[in-house]
Every structure is written in structure tokens, then in C-alpha cells.
């Protein structure tokens, strides 16, 4: 499996409270992303990495921003959670190096609850 | 913008027998990936199968096999002599490069003893 931690795996926020979410791996990918998945709607791009510094806007944008200051971490942050972001949140990482197919593994998720 | 649709939203198939699981994707290029992903009630999301575009043939993973059409853009999941652990949502995606995955929303799937 690959090396891909989140923290925290649950967690319960109320409405205007500020929420940051970790990723972290020990694979030394360069692509890191953040995806939120909602019955209905699969998963839904957010934000995405394709370096230290360096970052761009996904699908469902709109609310979140993120931080990438090394490597191995990728930080989500709601500046002002409200319920519409209730939702399980996933961070997953690829390489661009041939030998690893452009494939994304994924973390195990956090489940987030905004009330 | 590419997209991916998964048409059936349930399923369910008896054990030990084979069902079908349908993906149709929307792309003006050639050169691509496509991904079958697994998630069980454990919401981990396991790879199943991939398929490289520019390979006519289909990809085989056991059980699981996939059928391919690339002037039709469609990719179907075969899953063979189904056990009750096949039971999960199972997501098609698509990917350019290293653009990010593109998913479907996702077929939902019964195996019943």
C-alpha cells in the first residue's frame, strides 16, 4: 500500500469555524490532490499539487484553499466551514515517471461534519 | 472538459455468476488511461484495473476484465464468478497525462448468496 496518511479520520466542526486537513506520504510523488465524495456525485476534484508551491483549482473549488510547503504534506483548509461541505474528503498522490502508469492511490479519507 | 458517465447507478449479480458495469467517457484525445476503482464499506479506494489507450488490447486482472472500445469511448468492468466480496461502489475514471482522475459517479453493486 502506498505510504498516504490523513488526519485527522473524523472530525465534527460547527458552521463558520475554520477546519484544516492534512495529507501526508512518505512516496516522494510530485502530484498531490484533494477530492471530496458526495452520494450522487463521485469524486469531485477540489484542488490539486504538481509541486511544492504549487497548486491549482479543481472542479468544486469554490470554499477551500490549500498549502503545499514540502513535499510529503498537502494541507486543505475551510476558512469558514457551513454545512455544504459536509462530506468524506480524500488526498491521493501519483508520479509522472513511467514506470508508475500516472496511477493515483489514495488515502483512507476523512469524514467531515460541518453542523 | 472530460467527462465520464456511469449509466447504472445499481446493480446486483448472484454469486459465482458474471455481470457487466458500464463507462462511457467524452475526450477529443488519443492518447489516455482508464481506471476501474473499487470502494468497499471500508471506503478505501482500490485500484482494480487499468487500460493504457493506445493498447488495443483488453486488460485482464483475474476476475476481472474489461472491454474496451476506444472508437465507441466506451469502457465496460466484467467482473467473473462473483463472490460476495465484489460487493462495493465501483468507479470508472479517466486520466490525461497528469491531469487529475476524472470519475463517474459511480454503480453500486449487490452480490447476493
Known amino acids: 500500500d502506498a505510504g498516504i496518511t490523513q488526519s485527522p479520520r473524523h472530525k465534527v466542526t460547527e458552521t463558520g469555524t475554520p477546519v484544516t486537513l492534512r495529507c501526508h506520504q512518505t512516496e516522494n510523488h510530485r502530484y498531490m490532490y484533494w477530492y471530496r465524495q458526495d452520494p450522487g456525485h463521485g469524486l469531485r476534484l477540489i484542488h490539486y499539487?504538481?509541486?511544492?508551491?504549487?497548486?491549482d483549482k479543481g472542479e468544486v473549488s469554490d470554499g477551500y484553499s490549500v498549502s503545499r510547503s514540502k513535499t510529503e504534506d498537502f494541507l486543505l483548509t475551510l476558512e469558514s466551514a457551513t454545512s455544504s461541505q459536509t462530506s468524506v474528503y480524500f488526498c491521493?498522490?501519483?508520479?509522472?515517471?513511467?514506470?508508475?502508469?500516472?496511477?493515483?492511490?489514495f488515502g483512507p479519507g476523512t469524514r467531515l461534519t460541518v453542523t | 472538459a472530460q467527462t465520464v458517465t456511469q449509466s447504472q447507478p445499481e446493480m446486483s449479480v448472484q454469486e459465482a455468476e458474471t455481470v457487466t458495469l458500464s463507462c462511457t467517457y467524452d475526450?477529443?484525445?488519443?492518447?489516455?488511461?482508464l481506471f476501474w476503482y473499487k470502494q468497499p464499506p471500508s471506503r478505501q479506494m482500490i485500484l482494480v484495473i487499468r487500460?493504457?489507450?493506445?493498447?488495443?488490447q483488453n486488460a485482464t486482472e483475474n476476475r476481472f476484465s474489461v472491454n474496451f472500445q476506444k472508437a465507441a469511448k466506451s469502457f465496460s468492468l466484467k467482473i467473473s464468478d462473483s463472490q460476495l466480496g465484489d460487493a462495493a461502489m465501483y468507479f470508472c475514471?479517466?486520466?490525461?497525462?497528469?491531469?487529475?482522475?476524472?470519475f463517474g459517479k459511480g454503480t453500486r453493486l449487490s452480490v447476493i448468496a
Open positions: 491521493a498522490i501519483s508520479e509522472s515517471r513511467a514506470v508508475y502508469t500516472y496511477e493515483q492511490y
Open positions: 475514471a479517466y486520466k490525461l497525462g497528469n491531469t487529475p482522475l476524472v
Open positions: 499539487s504538481y509541486g511544492v508551491k504549487d497548486t
Open positions: 475526450t477529443s484525445e488519443s492518447d489516455y488511461y
Open positions: 487500460q493504457e489507450a493506445y493498447k488495443q
